[in-house]
């Protein structure tokens, strides 16, 4: 909830409003005349998301904003005001504790201040079932070390008051294209994650009307079936009754199968704009050895979130923290993508290969 709400507080004050919030989830803004009419609000605006009592729909106020928002995705390139250097840090130690190289070893080679490009790609997402959530997620990757920041929201909120339209700035189109599926691959399974609650809730009510649909028609069956032991004697009366019973029986089947469509979870991803900011890290040149086999990789310490920026995994895009390395070419992965195949149990790297060695899917 608190991504809506300073998702929206962001989207008011870049059309002029004045915004102040208040507990979590709510805000007040004072609108120009002209931002009141496109959201059909007063030119005082009280807004409160989430699930208590009073709170504001957050699928009608997510519809409202939108109509402020351009009709396609953006690219917007942004810049510091006041740009400054990392300070120097011991990089030893920063690896020592944050880089979490579970089956190598990692030795620094050189570090150096540095300015680099951090793309925050923004989704929108919709997750439908019997009720309907929406929000936003933000994935923030850096390509020059192949970065992916645990906490993008962290790092906006640190550098966002120094940050300023860039009017020089040209879209990096390559990159952009080469950057894009692997954000959308590490939101999916984070929209996903968020998505286990309401999924949870939906079963609870899913196996609690089943259990209603199911005793009614039992009910109704034992009925018919009391009545068919009775009319043994009469054979089209006795026929009449099991054609009821079978005509139930379609029913329930039927009934069972609406609520199942009912109560499935459908989630959608939709891409939103995307911020392009030149930011400055300590760039950590250092040495992944594993086994016989090593490769030299860029590492970023981050000084607006005090941390280092995890490396992607060279497989599933997603965090790779701790850290795994393969024997081969020492990809940086997740624990996932390093597990042993489940039909012959030997350990393969998916990023070496989709498939183990003997055939079976990863």
Request: glycine share 6%.
């Amino acid at each position: 909830m608190a991504e809506i709400v300073d998702w929206t507080k962001d989207l008011l004050v870049s059309r002029g409003a004045l915004v102040e919030a208040e507990e979590a989830g709510a805000l007040r803004a004072m609108l120009s005349p002209e931002l009141a009419r496109a959201l059909g609000s007063s030119e005082w605006l009280s807004l409160r998301f989430g699930a208590g009592a009073g709170s504001d729909d957050d699928g009608e106020w997510l519809e409202r904003l939108g109509r402020l928002l351009p009709p396609d995705a953006r690219v917007v390139g942004a810049r510091l005001r006041h740009p400054r250097q990392a300070p120097a840090v011991d990089a030893g130690a920063v690896l020592d504790r944050e880089l979490a190289v579970q089956n190598g070893i990692c030795r620094v080679l050189d570090d150096r201040p540095a300015m680099v490009r951090h793309y925050f790609f923004n989704f929108q997402y919709t997750i439908e079932s019997d009720e309907t959530s929406l929000g936003a997620w933000t994935v923030c990757l850096s390509p020059s070390a192949r970065s992916l920041v645990h906490q993008p929201e962290s790092l906006l909120n640190a550098v966002r008051d120094d940050l300023e339209e860039d009017p020089e700035f040209a879209i990096p189109r390559e990159e952009l294209a080469w950057l894009f599926p692997m954000a959308l691959r590490g939101a999916q399974p984070e929209i996903r994650r968020l998505a286990a609650g309401i999924e949870q809730s939906a079963n609870r009510r899913l196996a609690r009307d089943t259990e209603r649909i199911d005793a009614y028609y039992r009910d109704l069956l034992r009925q018919i079936e009391k009545r068919l032991s009775r009319r043994t004697a009469d054979m089209q009366a006795a026929e009449k009754e099991r054609s009821r019973a079978a005509a139930t029986r379609l029913d329930r089947a039927a009934k069972l199968d609406d609520l199942a469509r009912k109560y499935s979870l459908r989630i959608r991803v939709e891409p939103g704009d995307v911020l392009v900011a030149p930011l400055p890290v300590l760039e950590i040149s250092a040495r992944l050895i594993r086994k016989k086999a090593e490769r030299v990789a860029r590492l970023h310490w981050n000084p607006a979130l005090g941390a280092l920026e995890s490396p992607w995994c060279e497989s599933c895009f997603g965090r790779a923290h701790p850290l795994f390395l393969c024997d081969g070419r020492v990809h940086c992965l997740c624990k996932s993508c390093l597990t042993a195949c489940p039909s012959c149990g030997k350990q393969f790297c998916r990023a070496c290969q989709p498939k183990c060695r003997c055939g079976a899917a990863g």
